[in-house]
């Protein structure tokens, strides 16, 4: 019996994992819940363990490729021997060219197959039937028969449309293309070159041109961090830990920091999940402390230490950094830094950015608020309920 073994759906917003190497070779034996191979995703580096006993088997894809989730990636069979072929082509996903000028025309190549809603049916054949055959191509790539009628309407070269993770252009990428801002034209500047970005680099993105669309305001005072200092010291805690902390109990007492902002109303927390920014030297990671209001400071502390350790092991998972209902950016290791304001990240409604300490004990406190939720003079209540809090830590940091 041959079972596919596919490129697993890791967190919500996957759409394509790289798969970073295989532990296994066709034709040796596994066991249930043995590590197969190792998949990078948005954050992380995560395994792909085996649902069942028996024997891998090829084709296998290949390393170092972005391949789309529940696309198959090998086999498991019963018996050695079965399916030892090396590897499976790799997607295809070319690059878009740096010059804006439109490949030359192809011959004409027998259009690969989109799957069309009923209710679009008649639209997509008369739309297929006049597009013209011969119409420009991308390298290493065909567009539908829709996608280079579509791209026709809309005044999109389909010659410059990336194509998607199977290597075509379908209409989401044409639609993706005539709804994307501007590319810069980097053509009058120095020679460069195009090279992929990391998964979390790209996440990042992703995440970052997604987020600004929240319409958020920011709000800034100085507030003395000495006395907090000298508690957590004391404490036997991380500076991390005791302003994690000190912002979870504030969000407590107000909750509209814990709201955030949806199509069908407003989503109220029952829990105070703060995502503290981590920097990992390729991108920014947000580890989520759960339950920080409530939960004993030396559990919040061992947990820290774990989410630590998995960060510098790339060793994530989803649920370690998702859904988060308040953010921290602490950049108080470096001296230079004395204000900086943080993007608010989608699911919450408010991020608290921290700055360097200046010579008397004060650090400028950042605060953004998703203006949907958080009013002006909320957020002055805020920053004045955590300067009391800070200035008094032994009332609260036990």
Same mark, same amino acid.
């Given at each position: 019996?041959?079972?596919?073994?596919?490129?697993?759906?890791?967190?919500?917003?996957?759409?394509?994992?790289?798969?970073?190497?295989?532990?296994?070779?066709?034709?040796?034996?596994?066991?249930?819940?043995?590590?197969?191979?190792?998949?990078?995703?948005?954050?992380?580096?995560?395994?792909?363990?085996?649902?069942?006993?028996?024997?891998?088997?090829?084709?296998?894809?290949?390393?170092?490729?972005?391949?789309?989730?529940?696309?198959?990636?090998?086999?498991?069979?019963?018996?050695?021997?079965?399916?030892?072929?090396?590897?499976?082509?790799?997607?295809?996903?070319?690059?878009?060219?740096?010059? @804006? /000028?439109? !490949?030359?025309?192809?011959? #004409?190549?027998?259009? =690969?197959? +989109?799957?069309?809603? $009923?209710? *679009? %049916?008649?639209?997509?054949?008369?739309?297929?039937?006049?597009?013209?055959?011969?119409?420009?191509?991308?390298?290493?790539?065909?567009?539908?028969?829709?996608?280079?009628?579509?791209?026709?309407?809309?005044?999109?070269?389909?010659?410059?449309?990336?194509?998607?993770?199977?290597?075509?252009?379908?209409?989401?990428?044409?639609?993706?293309?005539?709804?994307?801002?501007?590319?810069?034209?980097?053509?009058?500047?120095?020679?460069?070159?195009?090279?992929?970005?990391?998964?979390?680099? @790209? /996440?990042? !993105?992703?995440?970052?041109? #997604?987020?600004?669309? =929240?319409? +958020?305001?920011?709000? $800034?005072? *100085? %507030?003395?961090?000495?006395?907090?200092?000298?508690?957590?010291?004391?404490?036997?805690?991380?500076?991390?830990?005791?302003?994690?902390?000190?912002?979870?109990?504030?969000?407590?007492?107000?909750?509209?920091?814990?709201?955030?902002?949806?199509?069908?109303?407003?989503?109220?927390?029952?829990?105070?999940?703060?995502?503290?920014?981590?920097?990992?030297?390729?991108?920014?990671?947000?580890?989520?402390?759960?339950?920080?209001?409530?939960?004993?400071?030396?559990?919040?502390?061992?947990?820290?230490?774990?989410?630590?350790?998995?960060?510098?092991?790339?060793?994530?998972?989803?649920?370690?950094?998702?859904?988060?209902?308040?953010?921290?950016?602490?950049?108080?290791?470096?001296?230079?830094?004395?204000?900086?304001?943080?993007?608010?990240?989608?699911?919450?409604?408010?991020?608290?950015?921290?700055?360097?300490?200046?010579?008397?004990?004060?650090?400028?406190?950042?605060?953004?608020?998703?203006?949907?939720?958080?009013?002006?003079?909320?957020?002055?209540?805020?920053?004045?309920?955590?300067?009391?809090?800070?200035?008094?830590?032994?009332?609260?940091?036990?």
């Amino acid at each position: 019996m041959k079972q596919s073994i596919t490129m697993p759906v890791l967190s919500d917003t996957m759409e394509t994992g790289r798969l970073v190497r295989w532990n296994k070779q066709p034709g040796a034996a596994v066991k249930k819940g043995e590590a197969l191979a190792e998949v990078e995703t948005d954050k992380a580096i995560l395994d792909v363990e085996a649902f069942a006993d028996g024997f891998l088997a090829g084709p296998l894809a290949p390393v170092d490729t972005d391949i789309p989730v529940r696309q198959v990636i090998g086999y498991l069979v019963d018996q050695a021997g079965e399916g030892q072929e090396a590897t499976v082509p790799a997607p295809q996903v070319s690059e878009p060219a740096p010059s @804006a /000028a439109p !490949a030359p025309p192809r011959p #004409a190549t027998p259009p =690969t197959t +989109t799957a069309i809603p $009923s209710n *679009q %049916l008649a639209t997509s054949e008369k739309a297929a039937t006049a597009a013209p055959p011969s119409a420009p191509l991308p390298p290493g790539g065909q567009a539908s028969p829709y996608a280079r009628a579509l791209a026709r309407d809309l005044g999109v070269n389909v010659a410059a449309v990336p194509p998607g993770p199977d290597g075509a252009i379908h209409a989401a990428q044409v639609l993706a293309a005539a709804l994307a801002a501007p590319e810069a034209d980097l053509r009058q500047g120095p020679p460069y070159t195009l090279e992929r970005p990391s998964t979390l680099r @790209a /996440a990042v !993105a992703r995440n970052m041109v #997604a987020a600004v669309q =929240t319409p +958020t305001f920011q709000i $800034s005072a *100085q %507030l003395s961090v000495e006395p907090l200092h000298q508690a957590a010291r004391k404490a036997g805690i991380t500076l991390t830990l005791a302003v994690t902390r000190a912002c979870a109990v504030t969000v407590a007492e107000d909750p509209w920091f814990n709201h955030a902002w949806t199509a069908k109303g407003v989503a109220k927390r029952e829990r105070v999940d703060v995502g503290i920014a981590v920097d990992t030297g390729d991108g920014l990671v947000t580890p989520v402390l759960r339950d920080a209001a409530r939960r004993p400071l030396a559990e919040l502390a061992e947990d820290w230490r774990t989410l630590l350790g998995k960060v510098k092991k790339g060793r994530l998972s989803p649920e370690d950094y998702q859904g988060a209902s308040f953010y921290l950016s602490n950049l108080g290791v470096f001296p230079v830094i004395s204000h900086f304001s943080a993007i608010v990240p989608l699911g919450a409604s408010a991020i608290l950015a921290i700055a360097a300490t200046d010579a008397h004990g004060q650090a400028d406190f950042t605060l953004s608020c998703d203006h949907r939720v958080i009013f002006g003079a909320d957020a002055a209540r805020f920053l004045a309920a955590l300067a009391k809090r800070l200035a008094q830590p032994e009332s609260w940091l036990a």
